[in-house]
């Protein structure tokens, strides 16, 4: 089997899409793709790894709400799933974009806490396991970025995307059915004060802008893609 058998698959066509909805170079987005299960196993062992780091969580909460706790490892499964999906022939739209979601929100909203609460975070954490949560979840973003060759964000699929992750939303800080919230643990407690606020409140401020954020961006993806298409007749 050829390299690209083994890792991969030959790219699939690339839309002509403005830059704003897909900023990476054609030639990464094509490497992703040539080097897809490369990718799969890189995510298995970053959702391995987030079950871990959640594991105090999962022993805090009741079984039923287990399945908001895992925010991250939760997005970087759907990646793992909508790429090895596309490298064995059998592509979903629901799952490239529930994953574009994923990656888009908790790729910026861990960043954004671990910037904003960076004292307690660094001294929890050590540098070393920050700067990988910092950066790891950057490349979250990026890889976020190639999915757009797999799907064209149908409404249908955006809309399972958007319910899914205000439902998540809703139980991570504001009505948890069973027990408390499930937002990932922050190292100060919920209701201390924050500036004009609580640290609890400029936490879900973020989550709310960034499940705002892949919405617009799919929709807007999925807007160009069809103009492109109309005004290619060869399409």
């Known amino acids: 089997m050829d390299i690209v058998g083994a890792l991969g698959r030959d790219p699939p066509d690339r839309e002509s899409l403005p830059r704003w909805v897909a900023p990476l ?11 897809a299960w490369v990718i799969v196993a890189i995510n298995l062992v ?3 790894f987030g079950f871990w780091y959640y ?7 009741p079984t039923e709400m ?3 706790i895992p925010d991250s490892p939760g997005a970087t499964l759907l990646t793992a799933l909508a790429l090895g999906a596309w490298a064995l022939g059998r592509s979903s739209d629901t799952l490239a974009t529930l994953a574009f979601f994923g990656n888009v929100k908790l790729g910026l909203w861990t960043p954004y806490v ?3 609460f960076w004292p307690e975070f660094l001294a929890v954490n050590g540098p070393a396991l920050y700067a990988f949560l910092l950066f790891s979840h950057l490349a979250m973003v990026v890889q976020a970025l190639v999915l757009h060759r797999i799907t064209d964000f149908p409404l249908r699929a955006v809309a399972v995307a958007t319910a899914w992750y205000t439902a998540d939303l809703l139980m991570d800080y ?8 499930t937002h990932t643990s922050l190292p100060y407690a919920d209701g201390e004060p924050w500036f004009t606020t ?4 400029v936490a879900a401020a973020g989550a709310v802008v960034l499940t705002v954020v892949p919405l617009f961006w799919t929709l807007g993806t999925r807007i160009a893609t069809l103009r492109g298409r109309a005004s290619d007749p060869g399409t």
Do not use: C, S, Y
């Not at 054609?26 to 040539?34: G, H, I, M």
């Open 25 to 35: 170079p054609k030639r990464l987005e094509d490497v992703a793709f040539r080097f």
């Open 46 to 48: 970053g959702t391995a």
């Open 55 to 61: 594991r105090f969580q999962f022993r805090a909460l």
């Open 66 to 68: 287990w399945v908001f």
């Open 114 to 116: 671990l910037v904003v």
């Open 174 to 181: 504001f009505v948890p059915v069973i027990g408390n919230v």
């Open 198 to 201: 609580t640290v609890l409140q």
